[in-house]
C-alpha cells in the first residue's frame, strides 16, 4: 500500500512514525531499571519501527539513560539489526563452501542485477532485502537459498526471476 504518512497522522490507518515513537516510549519506560535489558528493548524497537536509523537510536539511548555507543556497538555487533529499512522479503543466498563452490557467488550476482542492489541492500521498492548466509543446512543440494522461511535448492541463476516472479 502506498501510504503518504503524515507525521501524526496517516491516510491509510497504518501506524504513524510519532505513534510508533509513542509505542517505544512506553517500552522504555517499562524496561529502563531492568539491568540487561537494553537489546531487548532494541529488539521490540525494530519489531514496532522496522528498523533503527539514528535518529530512533538516539531517542533509545536518552530513554534507557545510555550512551548512544553503548546502543550503536550492540546494533552492529549483531546481525539481527538493521540501520536501513528492510524489504518485505529477505532473500539469504548461501556462501557457505558448498554452495560457494557450486555457484552461489553467480546466484548473488544475479540476484543483484535483478533487484539492482548490493548485498546488505534493500530493492528501492521495499521489497526485497538482499543477504548471504553461511550455510543454511541444505549442503548436499547446493546451492542452496532462502526467501523469508522457504528454502530453495539447487538453484541456478536463470530459475531466480520465476521464483521471485512468485512473492
Ligand atoms: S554450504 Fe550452503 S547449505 Fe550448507
Given amino acids: 500500500m502506498n ?53 530512533l537510536q538516539i531517542f533509545i539511548a536518552k530513554g534507557m539513560d545510555t550512551p548512544l555507543a553503548e546502543v550503536s556497538g550492540i546494533i552492529t555487533f549483531s546481525n539481527f539489526f538493521s540501520t536501513q529499512p528492510r524489504g518485505n522479503h529477505t532473500i539469504k543466498v548461501c556462501m557457505g563452501t558448498a554452495c560457494y563452490v557450486r555457484g552461489g557467488k553467480k546466484l548473488v550476482d544475479r540476484l543483484e542485477n535483478i533487484l539492482s542492489i548490493q548485498v546488505g541492500e534493500t530493492s528501492e521498492d521495499r ?41
Fill in 3 to 55: 501510504c503518504e504518512a503524515i507525521k501524526d497522522q496517516c491516510c491509510c490507518g497504518e501506524e504513524s512514525d510519532q505513534q510508533k515513537y509513542i509505542r517505544i516510549a512506553e517500552i522504555i519506560d517499562n524496561y529502563k531499571n531492568r539491568e540487561g535489558s537494553l537489546t531487548q528493548v532494541l529488539y521490540i524497537s525494530q519489531t514496532i519501527y522496522g528498523y533503527l536509523p539514528l535518529e
Fill in 127 to 167: 521489497k526485497y532485502s538482499l543477504e548471504v548466509a553461511q550455510c543454511l543446512g541444505a549442503c548436499g543440494l547446493a546451492p542452496a537459498m532462502m526467501i523469508d522461511e522457504v528454502l530453495y535448492k539447487q538453484v541456478s541463476p536463470d530459475r531466480l526471476k520465476a521464483i521471485l516472479a512468485k512473492y
